[in-house]
């Protein structure tokens, strides 16, 4: 049975096991007051029984619950056990984390809905387990031995006898929340040290995610005492990451003590081996000259390692993702960006006079693409895999590819079938400022229907954009140079550009393809056309 049973004994405890299993099967939640239907038009007096269920949640058998694996989200049907944060035997508390399981989009903390002792799992570390089958066994009847906090206990008792010494609160800070589907990090930087006296809203730490750069401040005015994690770690939302001690002021008195016997206790050490060492390097020495000579005559050979941050490695992680799950091809097209440049030239002080913004080429392609996107709505669509339906949008999220300090990020202009030029041109400016100062919020760069890329601002003539999943298509603008082109039967120089489109062929069909870029085409060469709505 899927759910717990309270009931009382009228003739009914064979119709009670019947119409149970029958619940379970159909994966209904129960609740009788004063009647239940337990699936469909099957109906039972309250007077008879009284159930209580939550569908597929627990399964009790006196004081031992079974927990199964809850759901994660949409479209998400199974997981990956990516370790278990609890012993068997070992004392649980309520929101205690238990394991912490893995999908193809976010890495999520299982804890505890009630207190008890951890019997074990059902599966191992590395296991794909399924949303509902069942994940651990708690005994809320049991008491276990809690031997990680009761060593634990004694640190507290000195620091607070330390602590009522000097003045001042003991304040301990946790990860704060960094966004929504974020449950980890990696501690970038420790701006401050112990015995630092840090201000109320200094910025004390820094912390690197898979999407964003987060600066840790602190809430408190007063000397940091204890530092919880070091440089390189990983740590969870929520977890402890360093101590105040609010209204000290600032000196580091505790870390010159232990300084001095540490640079006794090194002399003594090394005497003895320093004498034995150069007889027992006296003879390979002719040997370590040959080595470096011939690295002198090749020159410089260093090497420099530096760890991935988060963000990169996230990079790297969903661009092979695209290479394997889509069916990428690339068609070009080019075009005469000389009508546009006029345009642009006529008008871009009395634009940036009435708008306060100045004029660009972005906001003529987004308006181009957004445009496009509605004639051909496979382009704004996607597959949904797990369900095997492809999902056409209403709506068009056009992702623009920004360059930050850190990486490149891809920030989302919303409903652009409804901004105007000025709109496209004051959003973009807004992203490209929060990109450089590392405020982008992970709010602002999460969805899209469709991607910009405009490699032109550095240069690049040509290229082939990978496609930004789970989006099945993405535009490459490239640099403008002046060509020869046959106009009216005669040669002249034109400033030309060549676009990419990068699309997922399993959904986008190659004449849909070509067809979504002569419309970017023609709506760039004659911008009336956009204007016109043709």
Not at 373 to 402: C, F, H, M
């Amino acid at each position: 049975l899927n759910f717990n049973v309270e009931y009382t004994m009228h003739r009914t405890r064979n119709l009670l096991v019947r119409t149970a299993l029958q619940a379970s099967r159909q994966n209904v939640a129960i609740k009788v007051t004063p009647q239940v239907t337990f699936s469909r038009s099957f109906i039972m007096p309250a007077r008879a029984i009284k159930v209580t269920a939550l569908s597929r949640t627990v399964r009790q058998f006196s004081g031992m619950t079974v927990i199964p694996l809850e759901s994660l989200g949409d479209s998400i049907s199974s997981a990956v056990l990516v370790s278990w944060e609890k012993k068997e035997g070992e004392q649980v508390n309520e929101d205690d984390v238990i394991a912490v399981v893995e999908t193809d989009k976010v890495t999520m903390d299982i804890r505890a809905k009630q207190s008890g002792v951890f019997s074990g799992g059902f599966c191992a570390e590395g296991d794909e387990i399924e949303v509902g089958n069942d994940l651990y066994k708690i005994d809320t009847d049991a008491t276990g031995a809690p031997s990680a906090p009761a060593a634990s206990t004694p640190a507290p008792t000195e620091e607070t006898t330390s602590s009522s010494s000097s003045p001042g609160t003991r304040q301990e800070v946790p990860v704060p929340i960094m966004g929504e589907s974020i449950t980890q990090g990696v501690l970038a930087t420790w701006n401050k040290a112990v015995g630092d006296f840090v201000s109320a809203d200094e910025v004390v730490a820094s912390i690197e995610t898979d999407k964003v750069t987060v600066d840790v401040n602190s809430p408190f005015t007063g000397k940091i005492v204890e530092i919880l994690a070091e440089e390189g770690d990983e740590i969870e939302v929520g977890g402890p990451l360093f101590v105040v001690m609010e209204g000290a002021s600032g000196g580091p008195s505790t870390s010159a003590p232990p300084a001095p016997p540490a640079a006794k206790d090194t002399p003594s050490t090394p005497a003895p081996s320093t004498t034995p060492a150069p007889e027992k390097k006296a003879t390979p020495t002719p040997a370590a000259p040959s080595a470096p000579a011939p690295v002198a005559e090749k020159g410089n050979r260093n090497e420099t390692r530096v760890k991935m941050t988060r963000m990169r490695q996230r990079i790297a992680q969903r661009l092979k993702e695209s290479q394997s799950v889509a069916a990428m091809l690339t068609t070009f097209q080019e075009v005469d960006m000389g009508p546009l440049m006029e345009m642009r030239s006529k008008h871009k002080e009395e634009f940036e006079k009435k708008h306060g913004v100045k004029l660009g080429f972005m906001s003529a392609f987004v308006k181009a693409s957004t445009a496009a996107l509605q004639e051909i709505p496979a382009i704004n669509g996607v597959i949904d895999d797990a369900t095997k339906e492809i999902v056409y949008r209403d709506y068009v999220d056009i992702s623009v590819a920004v360059a930050s300090p850190t990486g490149l990020v891809v920030p989302v202009l919303r409903n652009c079938e409804d901004m105007t030029f000025a709109d496209v041109e004051k959003t973009i400016g807004m992203y490209g400022r929060k990109a450089k100062e590392g405020t982008m919020s992970l709010e602002e760069m999460t969805g899209g229907t469709f991607t910009i890329s405009n490699g032109g601002v550095f240069g690049s003539l040509f290229g082939t954009p990978i496609i930004n999943i789970p989006q099945s298509a993405i535009l490459g603008m490239h640099a403008t140079k002046m060509r020869p082109m046959v106009v009216g039967g005669q040669v002249v120089a034109r400033p030309m550009m060549y676009m990419a489109l990068t699309y997922d062929h399993r959904l986008i069909d190659g004449r849909e393809a070509v067809t979504f870029l002569k419309s970017i085409q023609a709506k760039i060469e004659d911008p009336s056309r956009l204007l016109l709505e043709i």
